[in-house]
């Protein structure tokens, strides 16, 4: 099992310019997360997935946009991209049961200049 | 509004133990977890506790009082590879988990 896969490692994006994040994992999990992590912080909740076809928001939804068509897949879009969103984004994924471990993917580190 | 609190930074001596505090308000409790992350990498889980008391797991321990809001991570016989940040992350009334901004440790020989 590859578990969870993201892609791009590292980008450089200029202001305005729009960029998929992939995120893939082989696990079979239902839920699926996307955080950032900024310098010396904890991870924030952009968008979460229960399943194929069903996207929420978390807690800093704004400029960003998400779907999922597959169990396997949920690319995080960004439109329109802020120095704000220079920020390291993690991709994860857990099974059905809420005392599960969420397992991460390596992340994407975003520089907007 | 939900917090969780950690101290920013702590530093211990190889061979030592250090105890990692983690005090949380949120609305509601559904479990809470302890991951460690190495700088530059992604969080990897080290404990679950959902019910009162510690739970031990060879050179790590975690430690619940629901009461108090207030858990601990216990490591014991660090290691230089130890050298991380530890984030505490509890689960809420909406089964989301709610994520302390960590803290980061420092091993010195």
């Known amino acids: 099992n590859a578990g969870v896969t993201q892609t791009p490692k590292f980008r450089i994006l200029k202001i305005g310019q729009s960029m998929t994040l992939q995120c893939t994992q082989d696990?079979?999990?239902?839920?699926m997360y996307w955080y950032r992590q900024d310098p010396g912080m904890g991870l924030k909740l952009i968008y979460y997935?229960?399943?194929?076809?069903?996207?929420d928001k978390g807690e800093v939804p704004n400029g960003y946009n998400v779907s999922r068509s597959t169990t396997e897949d949920f690319p995080l879009r960004l439109e329109l991209a802020a120095p704000s969103q220079t920020s390291v984004y993690f991709c994860?994924?857990?099974?059905?049961?809420?005392?599960?471990?969420?397992?991460f993917g390596p992340g994407t580190r975003l520089l907007v200049l | 509004g939900q917090n969780i609190d950690q101290p920013t930074e702590m530093t211990a001596t190889e061979g030592a133990i250090v105890q990692i505090n983690c005090t949380y308000q949120?609305?509601?409790?559904?479990?809470l977890f302890w991951y460690q992350q190495h700088a530059g990498e992604a969080p990897t889980f080290l404990s679950y506790?959902?019910l009162d008391g510690l739970e031990e797991k060879g050179r790590f321990s975690s430690f619940l009082s629901r009461s108090k809001g207030y858990s601990y991570l216990l490591l014991k016989e660090l290691q230089m590879k130890d050298s991380a940040s530890y984030l505490c992350?509890?689960?809420?009334?909406?089964?989301?988990?709610?994520w302390g901004a960590g803290t980061k440790l420092i091993i010195k020989p």
């Open positions: 949120t609305s509601g409790f559904n479990g």
């Open positions: 506790n959902v």
């Open positions: 994860a994924s857990r099974g059905t049961s809420e005392a599960e471990t969420q397992y």
């Open positions: 997935s229960v399943g194929a076809g069903i996207t």
């Open positions: 696990m079979n999990h239902n839920y």
């Open positions: 992350a509890v689960t809420d009334s909406n089964y989301q988990l709610i």
